[in-house]
């Protein structure tokens, strides 16, 4: 697909069907996000992938609902989505470390909708670092960043407005 119409079409996917996704489907989007460009190419991202274990999906989504009564449709969306990948960081410098590491989430978002793959961008994940180191045991020196749902989609929802870029820019 044309990049322009993949970032013009791209959306947060909150529905999944039942279609399964491919491990090798998985691997392509996290090898395009790791394309993304890193500070002083440090590419500071680390993964765990969630995948066929429908029961761990939802002791994660059960813990985030649990703790977070606000968080209840973002917990169904984990729980029905066909892969989670937990992104997370090393993270030396914050501010520059932190960026890179969203350039590689928003690449994967791109790549998965090339593929026709829904996804979301799941920052309510914090929520629930401890409680997901504990569950899973992963190292205390990566530093939970967010989370990406995966899963095949029937409909695309409606694009939201968008501030014109014309009213928040100066020019110089």
Known sequence: ME???????????????????????????LKYGTLAPSAKNRQP????????????????ADILKNKYEAAALTSEVIATSQALILVYGEIDDLIFDVQSIGACIENMCLKAYDMNIGSLWIGFILQIEKELQELLNTPSKHKL????????????????????YQNITVWL
């Open 45 to 60: 991202w680390n993964f765990v992938v969630i995948y066929n274990d429908k029961d761990l999906k939802k002791k994660i």
């Open 145 to 164: 960043i967010a989370a990406l749902a995966l899963g095949h989609y029937d409909h695309n929802p409606s694009p939201k407005n968008r501030i014109d």
């Open 3 to 29: 990049l322009s119409k993949v970032i013009e079409n791209r959306r947060s996917i909150r529905h999944f069907n039942n279609e399964e996704i491919k491990k090798e489907e998985i691997a392509e989007i």
